[in-house]
T-cell receptor
């Protein structure tokens, strides 16, 4: 069963606009959430995280929003840049830390000029 | 600071053969993970080590997969015998361990093709 779902396999956004990537989860024990970015032929790279005690975390152009009641989180990238083109994975953990991760299937973001 | 090193980068074998992957984590990282990423899916945790002890191997197919981290540093993951469905990218990750967020840092992976 897919406990972490990313229902959009791909997303195309113009440079300078906002990119919004979505993630849903089913396991109510998840209490720590992360986004990873992956370029071709490289391993995933940590981007941003959020604990379940918060509903928003911001780091530069990247903001993650968490809606616990809806079991939904989203990643906002503003403004989007061509270098942001990559596959983005949502991940969740029940341990309060980044250990024991369950990953979603990923969303491929393409930022066009 | 050097990242997580994995080798080989690519491996092609025939079914029923054996294969081994090697991982060298970031220096000082106590926790080491092996993941399997099948095409079109997210990484799936196979095994987690804390130093040289196994913390979680609940998703490791133990009839054919084995892993070890003998001195608490490098690790090897072995598949014997391989099946067609083992074709995937095998990712190694490491984290500091202990208290804190324990962000995992990934290597570039080994792409395995089983023919």
């Amino acid at each position: 069963d897919q406990q972490v779902k990313q229902n959009s396999p791909s997303l195309s956004v113009q440079e300078g606009r906002i990119s919004i990537l979505n993630c849903d989860y089913t396991n109510s024990m998840f209490d720590y959430f992360l986004w990873y970015k992956k370029y071709p032929a490289e391993g995933p790279t940590f981007l941003i995280s959020i604990s379940s005690i918060k509903d928003k975390n911001e780091d530069g152009r990247f903001t993650v929003f968490l809606n616990k009641s809806a079991k939904h989180l989203s990643l906002h990238i503003v403004p989007s840049q061509p270098g942001d083109s990559a596959v983005y994975f949502c991940a969740a953990s029940p341990t309060g830390t980044a250990s024991k991760l369950t990953f979603g299937t990923g969303t491929r973001l393409q930022v066009t000029l | 600071e050097a990242g997580v090193a994995q080798s080989p980068r690519y491996k092609i074998i025939e079914k029923r053969q054996s294969v081994a992957f090697w991982c060298n984590p970031i220096s000082g990282h106590a926790t080491l993970y092996w993941y399997q990423q099948i095409l079109g899916q997210g990484p799936k945790l196979l095994i987690q080590f804390q130093n040289n002890g196994v913390v979680d191997d609940s998703q490791l197919p133990k009839d054919r997969f084995s892993a070890e981290r003998l001195k608490g540093v490098d690790s090897t993951l072995k598949i014997q015998p391989a099946k067609l469905e083992d074709s995937a990218v095998y990712l190694c990750a490491s984290s500091l361990g202990g208290a804190g967020s324990n962000i995992q840092y990934f290597g570039a992976g080994t792409r395995l093709s089983v023919l």
